[in-house]
């Protein structure tokens, strides 16, 4: 029996095209559930406040740069969904003095147009954001190289790739999209091969840093969480790590305040990853297949998945 079309665009796979059963099953969970989902390789973690969540997402960057040495530099690959941790990243940088010499940074993704990623004077450029945000804002004489700034770049890919052997990646800290994304890897379009079904979750898996065209609902996202909600403004295409790359990664931790998802989808993910349920129409649920996984929530941004009329 062939799978639903989705009811967002019926040219993609995405998480309505699941079984009824398992959305409803995440519609059901408490905030006690989500606890209950943690296993060995996936823990859930609650924050009270955003200060404590922001502060604790920040620290992840100390924690990953302190790790580096000159015999074994180490980073963290960073999100800009969510943004709220980098002026602290730098905040705390400058505080304790912390020396980047050996440190390293990954940048997750940025937007193409016409085939190149867009220079750091575009308005929405990720790269732009990550500097004007956390990293111009460090002390120079604490600053890590700009050689050890890693942003992904249509025409040096595979330079790109290769970094996340040549150094140790501690973190990969990232967000969570309506569309159930870790940074671009969106579900792919039902078209081809994958008509009827999705690619298994093992060839979805083996896909590196790569420009991908971006799901309807990623742009319309992005229009309305970073462009007042102009959606001509946001490109259809990005350039993105891939899960190659995530899966050299040392822990995967996921950052969820209530801003980038809804309560729904916040739930169906933690579900799909504790119960092992990976499916490439909902990318994010892949990382039921890495060994350390954490989400971290606010509580007070978790909400509830009931009928509320306004």
Known sequence: MSRPQSKISPE???YTTLDRAVLDDAARLTADDLLGLSREGFRVVFYDTLEEFYLAEALEYIDAWRQATPDRPAGICGPI???EQLPLVARLVNALDLDLRDAHFWGMDE??????????????SFARADRELCFDRIRPALRMPESNLHFPRVESLAEYSASFDQVRCV????????????????PPRRSGQWTDEPPPAAEYGKLGARVVDLHPMTIIQNARTSGG??????????VS???RETWKAEKVSI??????????????TALMIGERMADSAVPMSLLADHPNVQFNYYRGGLGECSVSMH
């Not at 937007?111 to 929405?124: C, I, K, S, Y």
């Not at 909600?229 to 990005?238: K, Y």
């Not at 209530?258 to 916040?266: E, K």
């Open 12 to 14: 993609w796979w995405d």
């Open 241 to 243: 790590v891939g899960p």
């Open 255 to 268: 950052w969820q305040a209530g801003g980038h998802d809804n309560p729904f989808g916040m739930r169906l």
């Open 111 to 124: 937007w193409v147009v016409d085939g190149r990623e867009v220079p750091e004077t575009f308005p929405l």
């Open 81 to 83: 969904g969510p943004t």
């Open 171 to 186: 973190t990969m800290q990232g967000g969570q999209g309506e569309v159930k994304h870790w940074a671009f890897n969106d």
């Open 229 to 238: 909600g102009v959606v001509t403004n946001v490109p259809t295409q990005a």
